[in-house]
């Protein structure tokens, strides 16, 4: 399956099921499409373009009221199968059309997930068994495209100098393996004979340092995970990289850990300032590389490459490109380099 072709064919997460609650709608945005979340009688979710038919009010700006979202206008009312239940002064008792061409939705692992349902449905993605982990999980929008997006949350590369201190310092590199190998919907990089990282996260979330991965999944899954020497996990941080409006990259990431004799509440109040400052600090330069591509977009011929250039150490980079762009990996070989990270 070509992501560029058919994107609404995946399943992607649009919320956390938290976040999704009974009575008030969710605005979101996927590839372009305004659409309103909310909660049928039964609390399954449903998904509908968030534009009610009769005078194109925003449903998402209204309320659910017996399972159904209702406009803030004239308080018509809409199932999950997109038929209007309601429509108050008409004296009419709801009709079996279809007014708003409904997408498929399910809440799944801790998150609602959405995709057109009138194409053919993958199966909808596995999570890591949440047993024995305390999660956390954080949102947030970025100016950028998905594979910007992607390209910089696995580029172990970056971190000595946009998170120097935080994650690792350029003054303290070590020599690692790097192993590239395909998986069956993306690639992944397995870094060994690293130690610890010099950063404070480092520091205080693992003990030991046996390995660790990055990996990205199709349409748009990127995954970090350290293991200790004894082969446990330490940390897994998953992020879901969802196109919303053009430009506009809605991040829902999941912070997974080992639980311990630290309580999860008090971990959390750990966790969520450290990590909200990395996560702002990829912000920023996300959002700075972006604009910097589009102040060249006239002139880029002029001024050097048009393309970006890859060095040895962009290791995950030119195929998260290829498989966003063909769906598959071509003329790929696993590979085992020596780099100073």
């Known amino acids: 399956m070509n992501p560029t072709d058919q994107p609404l064919a995946y399943w992607w997460p649009l919320a956390t099921s938290q976040q999704l609650g009974v009575g008030k709608p969710l605005a979101r945005v996927l590839h372009g499409r305004p659409l309103v979340l909310f909660r049928e009688r039964d609390g ?96 947030d929008k970025v100016r950028c495209s998905l594979q910007e997006a992607a390209e910089n949350f696995l580029d172990a590369f970056h971190t000595h100098f946009v998170h120097a201190g935080w994650i690792r310092r350029d003054s303290k590199r070590q020599r690692v393996i790097a192993d590239i190998r395909a998986l069956e919907d993306g690639i992944e990089a397995r870094y060994s004979e690293e130690r610890l990282q010099p950063g404070l996260i480092s520091r205080l979330f693992e003990g030991s340092r046996g390995e660790s991965f990055g990996r990205f999944r199709l349409p748009g899954l990127a995954e970090i995970e350290y293991r200790d020497a004894r082969g446990r996990l330490t940390l897994l941080i998953t992020a879901w990289l969802v196109p919303a409006e053009a430009g506009h990259l809605q991040v829902i990431a999941r912070i997974a850990t080992r639980r311990g004799w630290l309580p999860g509440w008090l971990k959390r109040l750990l966790i969520r300032p450290l990590f909200g400052v990395v996560l702002r600090q990829d912000k920023r330069i996300l959002e700075a590389v972006s604009a910097n591509q589009q102040r060249f977009a006239d002139c880029a011929e002029q001024w050097g490459p048009v393309q970006m250039l890859d060095g040895r150490q962009d290791l995950l980079g030119p195929w998260i490109r290829q498989l966003l762009l063909k769906g598959r990996l071509d003329d790929f070989a696993a590979r085992r380099l020596e780099l100073e990270l």
């Open 44 to 139: 399954r979710p449903a998904a509908l373009p968030d534009r009610c038919p009769h005078r194109f009010a925003p449903l998402s700006a209204g309320c659910v009221r017996d399972g159904a979202v209702e406009c803030p206008y004239h308080g018509w009312r809409f199932n999950g199968a997109g038929q209007c239940t309601r429509a108050p002064g008409s004296l009419d008792e709801g009709s079996s059309a279809v007014l708003l061409q409904p997408l498929q939705a399910r809440d799944s692992h801790g998150l609602i997930w959405v995709r057109d349902a009138k194409l053919p449905a993958p199966a909808l993605p596995c999570s890591a068994t949440q047993e024995g982990l305390d999660l956390f999980w954080m949102h």
